[in-house]
Each structure stands twice: as structure tokens, then as C-alpha cells.
């Protein structure tokens, strides 16, 4: 079985795919980090060198890749993964596999980008918070459409890791 977490950037995917991974003893794998060790070189980087579009093959390949994995994992993908490409009908199609959605309001993803927003190349630029958020607002409109489609949506807002884990388990099984 694959749980792949999707949702947008600084959702929480990758500190909760570890969490839950450990709980359920499943193997844990981060697209962006698999991305970087296939491509030897960071997101930052590849958008930079290489640009965007090359990325987005890339990261649907990879995709495709890890999709085919037997086994128990979460995978944890980048915030438009299900958003380019045909990722999420591949990731709504494939057997043995169950999306599930990490929905964030705007300010929480406001909150949590402007402590790390220096590595993701799509927002670096944005120097204010009203910046921020006029463009994640804007950004998670276009979105959500695609997110929506997630067997699973947790509301992650005012919850502990904990509990969000919890939550993710009891829709699981
Ligand atoms: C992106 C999200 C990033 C990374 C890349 C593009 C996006 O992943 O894949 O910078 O388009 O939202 P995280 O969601 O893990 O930050």
C-alpha cells in the first residue's frame, strides 16, 4: 500500500509522512528528496539551471517511478505534483494506492512559509507578509481543485502532529 500526502507547500506533509510512517511502520519518501538525490541537485537549483518545466517532467517521472513501488510507503510529493501533468488522475488510478489531503488555511501556510521560504523557489521572491499571502491565496485557488480530489482531506488548522496522525489513521482503516 502507498499513502501519498499531498497539499501545498509547508503543509506539513513531510513532518507528518514521517510521523505516520514510523506509527504504521511503513518506508517514508519525500518526492522533492528523491528528486534531489536522482538529479544531484537541489529543487532550488534544478528551477534555476534547468528550469520549471524540466522540473515538472522530472518530478512526474519520479512520479511514476515511486508509484510502481511495492511494498508499504508514505510518500510525501511536492505541493504541485497533483497539479501538472496527469499526477493526480495517475495517483487517483493506481492500485494499491490512497491519496490523502493536508488542508491548510492561508494564514497557517502564511505562518509556516515565512520561516522557510527561501528554498522554494516559487515564493523566495515574495518579501512581505501581505505579499504572501495575496499570493497564496491566489495560488491555492488555482489549486484546490486538484487537491479536492484526494480520497481523504484532513483539516490540519489548531491540530497537534499528534493528533492529525490520529485522524490520518482512523479514515485510514
Ligand atoms: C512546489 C513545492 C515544493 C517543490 C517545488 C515546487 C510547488 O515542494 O516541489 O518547490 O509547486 O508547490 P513542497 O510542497 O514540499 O514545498
Redesign the pocket.
Known sequence: MILVLI?????G??TIGNKLAKKLNYKFI???DYIKKKENLS??DI?KSKGEIY?RKQ?SHYLNELLQTKGNMIL?V????P?YSNNMELILQSRFVRSIYLKASISTLVKNLTKNKNE???IAHLKTDESLTEFIGKHLFERISYYSQAEIQIITDAKSKKEIVEEIVLNLF
Open positions: 497539499g501545498y507547500m509547508a503543509s506533509k513531510s519525500d518526492l522533492d529543487v532550488a528551477f522540473f518530478e510525501s511536492g505541493g504541485g505534483t497539479c522554494r523557489p516559487l
